[in-house]
């Protein structure tokens, strides 16, 4: 069993910079694909940054030049740079991750843009 462990949300003002962070634990094959969503009150979860095992990164319309993912193979960690974060990027992000045939979700940290 797979369990994700997601830190590095808080309280930030408008402007300012998180860097989430989220490490992969337990009977690890090989992991595939990580990728980065978002759920904010009364929204659907949608998808903020992805990045497949060999590199190629994909990103919503509205974090692209703000927002950088990563990851470190090695610590089986995937970690999500915000920067410029705004009001409306506030929300419970949560990590996904693929390890062999099966998606498993984490259980979300909170980030809130906020004066």
């Known amino acids: 069993q797979v369990q994700l462990e997601e830190s590095g949300g808080g309280l930030v003002q408008p402007g300012g910079s998180l860097r989430l962070s989220c490490a992969a634990s337990?009977?690890?094959?090989?992991?595939?694909?990580m990728g980065w969503y978002r759920q904010a009150p009364g929204n659907e979860r949608e998808l903020v940054a992805f990045?497949?095992?060999?590199?190629?990164?994909n990103y919503a319309d509205s974090v692209k030049g703000r927002f950088t993912i990563s990851r470190d193979n090695a610590k089986n960690t995937v970690y999500l740079q915000m920067n410029s974060l705004k009001p409306e990027d506030t929300a419970v992000y949560y990590c996904k991750v693929k390890v062999g045939g099966h998606y498993v979700w984490g259980k979300g940290t909170l980030v809130t843009v906020s004066t």
């Open positions: 990045i497949a095992d060999g590199g190629g990164t």
């Open positions: 337990g009977n690890i094959l090989r992991i595939y694909d």
